[in-house]
């Protein structure tokens, strides 16, 4: 027996692919952001060690707050990158199952509602 | 004290609910690792080396589209009059002094072996086509000294066939019970990971298809 296809199943694997995207794509910009942070931190303590003419003893009064942050915003960064490891798997395994079910459902001569009349962009960039 | 009763039952459901949790994934487990299993034997019955009268079948079919290549690519002729027909065993025994041709021989040409052009014979065309009992015994044998002492599976085309369908029946039944084991436990609250390569099939089945089945 060749079971029906539901189209409502179609659209929450579709939908669902386009949530794990938009969650990778948060997931980089906040890695993005954190990168950011901790290039500031760096470029902070460079500039105090410039200030003082060498490198500086991190528990030093002057140097101990700068050096905390930056040392937060470095795991801040591993935390967000590892973040966006797990959402990369999440989309590929969502892109995965969406592809299947899409192209099974097209073979099978059954559209989901909105994907061919809305413009989606196709994604071709790493996950990396 | 109610308090204390309230977080004791809450305790409990909560490690019921642990305990529910890892017996679905144990569930899941078992059904994929099957899946994984049939898959393999599968693959493993597709490309299953075929046994003795499946080889000499398969022999068989070879020698004769080969010997049909030949005839539609080579033209035997020891013809002395229009009337003449080929003759194998007088081509043969004139083989000697057979000469190639590389056009239709005219008539009363004499023996020629020809070749329509820009087409290639190799000897397994002639060999085809005169000695194909022979052809076909070698590769039989040539065959089976192969798969000798190989643990490789054979099966006949009928056991063949039998197997394929027994493993693809019971692969779409573990198919159609994992889509149906994910719906029932995202029903109850649980989340599942639907495998990458479930078969679409059920994964976009109607409830009440995947049920009926």
Not at chain 1, 91 to 98: G, P, S
Not at chain 2, 14 to 28: K, L, P, W
Not at chain 2, 83 to 111: N, Y
Request: hydrophobic share 40%.
């Amino acid at each position: 027996m060749s079971p029906t296809i539901d189209s409502d199943r179609l659209d929450r694997y579709i939908a669902a692919s386009d949530a794990a995207r938009a969650a990778w794509e948060d997931g980089k910009e906040a890695l993005k952001d954190a990168r950011g942070v901790l290039a500031a931190e760096k470029g902070h303590l460079a500039r105090l060690e410039l200030h003082f003419g060498g490198r500086l003893d991190p528990k030093h009064p002057n140097v101990k707050h700068t050096v905390e942050k930056m040392r937060a915003a470095q795991k801040a960064v591993t935390a967000a990158q590892h973040r966006v490891d797990e959402l990369a798997s999440t989309l590929r395994r969502a892109r995965a199952l969406e592809t299947a079910c899409r192209d099974f459902a097209n073979k099978n001569g059954v559209r989901n509602r909105d994907a061919y009349d809305r413009p989606r962009t196709i994604f071709t960039g790493s996950l990396s | 004290m109610k308090i204390r009763s309230l977080a004791s039952s809450l305790a409990n459901a909560v490690s019921a609910q642990r305990s529910a949790a890892q017996e679905i994934q144990r569930n899941f487990d078992e059904i994929r690792s099957r899946i994984r299993e049939i898959r393999g034997q599968l693959r493993d019955a597709h490309s299953a080396a075929p046994d003795t009268a499946g080889i000499r079948e398969r022999a068989t079919i070879v020698v004769s589209q080969l010997a049909d290549e030949a005839r539609g690519r080579i033209y035997f002729q020891h013809l002395r009059t229009e009337a003449d027909e080929f003759d194998a065993a007088t081509f043969i025994k004139s083989a000697a002094t057979v000469s190639i041709l590389h056009a239709p021989p005219s008539v009363g040409g004499g023996t020629g072996l020809g070749f329509t052009s820009k087409t290639n014979v190799t000897p397994l065309h002639l060999e085809a086509l005169l000695r194909p009992d022979d052809l076909t015994a070698m590769l039989v044998r040539e065959a089976e000294a192969g798969f000798e002492g190989a643990s490789e599976l054979r099966l006949s085309t009928k056991e063949r066939e039998a197997l394929i369908q027994r493993l693809t029946s019971e692969l779409d039944e573990l198919e159609r019970a994992d889509e149906a084991a994910c719906r029932e436990a995202e029903s109850a609250g649980f989340n599942v990971e639907r495998r990458t390569d479930a078969d679409p099939r059920w994964l976009l089945a109607a409830d009440s298809d995947l049920r009926a089945a």
